[in-house]
């Protein structure tokens, strides 16, 4: 069965971390909606939607993607590198300890779901403004025991790995490449978004289908060719919390 974790909109989303670009006016009625079909679209791909209450006090909560990560045998609970995002990790743990054991990083480590692209037995991790060396290496402590390896990957200009790029199946990973250093990815196809589509390479594969944002129709296109079914959202108003398609939902088999 396939879970998708999602948390609705805060009330307070206005004062949400911003990290690469400028802060623009919210319409809390327009993320609501947006957020809304995002969960449909996750349904109409065959997930069971678990959908979290709002958090009021936690502006960027609806982006339960960064306070966990989850692989096949547990679920490892992050220490945000955003402090004032760090309680929103408890109501999520406790969603998440239903399909999965929990760990949990500790201090000095520092790490968000948004910067993890796993690929099979390997997670390639971003080192960002968000997640350090300690707690790469506390994710990696956790996750050898189960035969998964963690590989760092330079982030560069940009909030997270996963904002640089994502893994879109068969080898193939979609790529801002001036965000990221591409070399811990070289044995991989390097799939360029459209150049004038910077933020496109957010993107959510699951089965034979990528969720992308409507608003990056050129990349769209670029998918579209890889014989794949491309299906478009609206995360305009998301996208001003500086969001993409995968942070706002957590989706693994149970």
């Not at 109409?44 to 958090?55: F, I, K, N, P, T």
Request: glycine share 6%; hydrophobic share 45%.
């Amino acid at each position: 069965m396939l879970i998708a974790i999602t948390r609705a909109v805060s009330p307070a989303i206005n004062r949400c971390e911003l990290g690469f670009i400028e802060r623009q006016e919210i319409s809390l009625a327009k993320a609501e909606e947006q957020h809304r079909l995002y969960e449909a679209c996750l349904a109409e791909m065959g997930a069971e939607v678990v959908s979290l209450a709002a958090e009021p006090d936690y502006p960027d909560s609806v982006f339960v993607e960064d306070p966990a990560v989850v692989v096949d045998e547990v679920a490892v609970m992050t220490r945000m590198g955003a402090e004032s995002r760090r309680g929103e990790s408890e109501s999520l743990a406790c969603a998440l300890e239903r399909y999965r054991p929990l760990r949990h990083l500790r201090e000095p480590a520092t790490l968000e779901g948004g910067d993890v692209m796993r690929i099979g037995r390997r997670l390639f991790v971003g080192t960002s403004h968000r997640s350090n060396r300690a707690g790469i290496e506390q994710l990696a402590a956790e996750l050898a025991p189960f035969g998964y390896t963690v590989i760092p990957v330079e982030v560069r200009g940009a909030l997270h790995l996963k904002t640089a790029c994502c893994y879109v199946g068969d080898g193939v990973i979609l790529a801002n490449r001036d965000w990221l250093d591409t070399a811990p990815l070289r044995e991989f196809r390097i799939l360029d978004i459209a150049p004038d589509e910077p933020r496109a390479a957010n993107v959510l594969a699951i089965g034979d289908s990528i969720i992308a944002p409507q608003c990056f129709p050129r990349t769209a296109e670029i998918l579209a060719r890889l014989g794949r079914k491309v299906r478009l959202v609206d995360v305009s108003e998301l996208m001003k919390a500086e969001a993409g398609v995968t942070c706002s939902s957590l989706v693994f088999d149970y």
